[in-house]
């Protein structure tokens, strides 16, 4: 397998708006960044990927742009950026941009232009369609709930919104449009980024005719993801910008992909493929769903839990780069989700870190999981900011009158504000984050859970992860060695090798609260060993063929 930097890189993802606030307005912005630049660098990390900080109505928080070459006021300059660019570089670390070209807001100039009559020349810009007897041209439910049409007045026709009624979905079929988008994205590279995390890009190619999704209930609108994820044109789009774009740089792309199988990603960052260098799979993020998606909570088994994430390993292990995450600005945090936030939260989350940070891939941190933040229980819907979770909370209580407490559980466990909350830097009010009033209220937990206790602390979660990053550097068998699973059914330890030559890890990582016996498999065999980290202290003459884990024990081995 080629060595390349983005393989060897760990990546930070920041959530501007949450990050930390320079002029009190509540909000994060760009001069915050730049003040927060050598705590980036203390953590060692390679890469930051900057969430949306373009121009926008921010009706999904910058997902939704009106301008791809302006940046948000509320943010700051195009000086600004210009400047931690700058401050990223001068510090060995690199920079890559969110790129949303799925939709845009329906503010940027080519919808006004494309609403504005059925023969303006940005129509065909945009997916528009006369309706079906007096409804919607085809039953798609979009993924913010409701219908993924809105109904124009001033043409008489539907335009598709697979996300927001203000997002409407640009059409790639039109040339015009796709070209439009790779000046946009050269623009920005020609500025010096080293790369672009690509939102949603496997939804940009369309079925032909945009058919019905098969259904019961004729009165309801039901997930169309067949018709849009991976789609017939995806690979041809993908391998079109790669060719005018992507490959005259030296960056990295990395595309979220919900829906995509292990053969599927294969096509997109199969290293013959020229297409995307890594994707973002779901497929774990699914594993506590129920049959009613993803606010359907479902207790999750560690069995599940290792058969994906091992069939993701095997799956493009030799032939493309796996991304490595349990959490974003989309999901809850991962210690509250996968660890325990009570009372094992440092354990857990450096167990979880060890995990991450021992896999085949590109590992990904999201800001404040290095200091163990937590999801939030806020009491009200009211409290609450993310368009996701109010419009679901309005169509399940205030239209189909489901019991709000049961509503309000599943976003206490699933929703987004719980990564959204503010950046816990200190103990001051709002943890420092902003004189002002933050935009979403800071975690009630900020007196005990905050960077400046992290840094002074040698046994944080924060110098765990610094350590961990580390060893990957001195490591390469952590970023390059071969993955094979161990103990595959044990339901309580997650055991796996990995292998470069003649060298050999093995990690063994106790995934809950109880002391669980460790044994290696008979025909594994070993001499020497040393131990590369823990989270706990172990004794130096502890044997390695058996032995107990505490609560959360995460232990990795060099096998000499
Ligand atoms: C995925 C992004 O990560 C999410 O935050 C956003 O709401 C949707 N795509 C739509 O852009």
Known sequence: MERIWWKESVIYQIY??????????????????????????ELGVDVVWLSPVYKSPNDDNGYDISDYQGIMEEFGTLEDWEQLLNGLHDRNMKLIMDLVVNHSSDEHPWFIESRSSKNNPYRDYYIWKMGENGKEPNNWSSFFSGSAWQYDEQTEEYFLHLFSKK?????????????????MMKWWLDKGIDGFRMDVINLISKVEGLPDAPSENEHTYVFGGQYFMNGPRIHEFLQEMNEHVLSKYDIMTVGEAPGVTTE??????????????????????????GPGGKWDIAPWKLTDFKRIMTKWQLGLQGKGWNSLYLNNHDQPRMVSRFGNDTDYRVESAKMLATFLHTLQGTPYIYQGEEIGMTNVKFDSINDYQDIETLNMYDERVNQDGANSQDVMESIYSKGRD?????????????????????????????????????????????HYYKK?????????????????????????????????????????????????????????????????????????????????????????????
């Open 16 to 41: 501007p708006r949450s990050f930390m606030d320079s002029n009190g307005d509540g909000m994060g912005d760009l001069k915050g960044i730049i003040s927060k630049l050598d705590y980036l660098n």
């Open 264 to 289: 599927e990603a294969a096509l997109y960052v199969g290293e013959d493929r020229a297409e995307l260098n890594m994707v973002f799979q779901f497929e774990l993020m699914d594993v506590d769903s």
């Open 418 to 462: 719980n990564a959204r909350t503010p950046m816990q830097w200190d103990s001051s009010l709002h943890g420092g984050f902003t004189q002002g009033n933050p935009w979403l209220a800071v975690n009630p937990n900020y007196p005990e859970i905050n960077a400046a206790q992290a840094l002074a602390d040698p046994n944080s979660i924060f």
């Open 167 to 183: 997002q409407p979905d640009l059409n790639w079929e039109n040339p015009k449009l796709r070209q439009e988008i790779y000046s």
């Open 468 to 560: 961990l990053i580390q060893l990957r550097k001195q490591h390469p068998i952590l970023v390059y060695g071969d993955y094979a699973p161990l103990l595959e059914s044990n339901e309580r330890i997650y055991a796996y090798n990995r292998t470069l030559g003649n060298e050999q890890l093995l990690i063994v990582l106790n995934f809950f609260e109880s002391e669980v016996d460790f044994e290696l498999p008979s025909d594994v065999s070993i001499d020497k060993h040393t131990l590369l980290i823990s989270n706990y202290d172990i004794p130096e003459d502890e044997r390695i063929n058996r032995f107990t884990l505490r609560p959360y024990e995460a232990r990795v081995y060099q096998i000499i």
